[in-house]
């Protein structure tokens, strides 16, 4: 189980059923999993916006092109995809004002700004290196290219695309 959006080391957090959720690596990013059934669950952020699925890009597995060079791109993706059919959660209307509450508190602290600060600028670093990566690269590797921006609309790839 990888634990999802540990924003705190001094965090105490819990499985639904009161274990202590530890992590089991060094990396702090997998944890036992709890033996009884669990009611909570993690809603995993799949669909981003197309900047964040290129930013995205640069993590994980590398892309080999047909001659061998390789390419520290994501390899396992198969294009950014919009949503057109969204999925509504209803919840309870006293639990979610309480929630967004204790949420809207906490972020807005001035150690969170600061956060998002840096995890915005590090999101706009990685883009600008694989859009460098995307155009310096195209041609030798084109299919794979093609694969993984499918459904990418951004200008600064449809420059790439349209200038080779």
């Given at each position: 189980?990888?634990?999802?959006?540990?924003?705190?080391?001094?965090?105490?957090?819990?499985?639904?059923?009161?274990?202590?959720?530890?992590?089991?690596?060094?990396?702090?990013?997998?944890?036992?999993?709890?033996?009884?059934?669990?009611?909570?669950?993690?809603?995993?952020?799949?669909?981003?916006?197309?900047?964040?699925?290129?930013?995205?890009?640069?993590?994980?597995?590398?892309?080999?092109?047909?001659?061998?060079?390789?390419?520290?791109?994501?390899?396992?993706?198969?294009?950014?995809?919009?949503?057109?059919?969204?999925?509504?959660?209803?919840?309870?209307?006293?639990?979610?004002?309480?929630?967004?509450?204790?949420?809207?508190?906490?972020?807005?602290?001035?150690?969170?700004?600061?956060?998002?600060k840096t995890a915005k600028e590090h999101v706009d670093s990685r883009y600008l290196?694989?859009?460098?990566?995307?155009?310096?690269?195209?041609?030798?590797?084109?299919?794979?290219?093609?694969?993984?921006?499918?459904?990418?609309?951004?200008?600064?790839?449809?420059?790439?695309?349209?200038?080779?």
């Amino acid at each position: 189980m990888n634990p999802h959006n540990t924003l705190d080391e001094g965090v105490l957090q819990k499985f639904d059923d009161a274990k202590i959720l530890k992590c089991i690596n060094a990396q702090n990013s997998q944890v036992d999993s709890s033996n009884t059934p669990l009611n909570g669950y993690i809603l995993h952020r799949k669909n981003r916006s197309q900047y964040e699925y290129i930013a995205m890009l640069l993590r994980g597995r590398p892309l080999a092109n047909q001659d061998s060079t390789v390419f520290e791109l994501k390899n396992n993706r198969t294009g950014f995809y919009n949503v057109s059919n969204p999925i509504t959660f209803n919840y309870n209307t006293t639990s979610y004002v309480e929630y967004r509450k204790f949420m809207d508190k906490h972020l807005q602290h001035e150690k969170f700004t600061d956060y998002f600060k840096t995890a915005k600028e590090h999101v706009d670093s990685r883009y600008l290196q694989v859009v460098k990566i995307v155009g310096e690269n195209y041609l030798a590797n084109k299919q794979g290219f093609e694969r993984l921006l499918a459904g990418v609309t951004l200008s600064e790839i449809e420059i790439i695309r349209n200038r080779q």
